[in-house]
């Protein structure tokens, strides 16, 4: 059966954070292929999504104090790309993720 409670996290930072990816990777894709067919180049929105990935990465940051994880290690890997917070996220998500797979 389809629970939607798997799909938000316990933490609310980390909803925040998963939220502001999904909006950066969406925008970001439609954003750049717009600029592509119209001809402008695609650096801006480039840009644009390495200074949203700031805010998701400051979020993941705070989401891994609160759960007794060194902040800075997970707030500074995933400010580098929005790849590494996506795996950042999941690292974070991990044991809440495995717990919910084991009740079903």
Known sequence: MFDSAFFSPVEPNLAAALRLLFIEFAVGL??????GQLGFPVEPVL???SL???????H???SAKAMGKNA???GAVSA???GFALFAY???R???LLTALDRE
């Open 94 to 96: 991990q044991h809440e």
């Open 47 to 49: 840009i644009a999504m």
């Open 90 to 92: 999941f690292q974070l």
């Open 60 to 62: 993941l940051a705070k």
């Open 30 to 35: 439609v954003s750049a292929f717009a600029l």
């Open 80 to 82: 580098l790309l929005p």
């Open 72 to 74: 800075i290690l997970y």
């Open 52 to 58: 949203l990935n700031l805010w998701v990465a400051w």
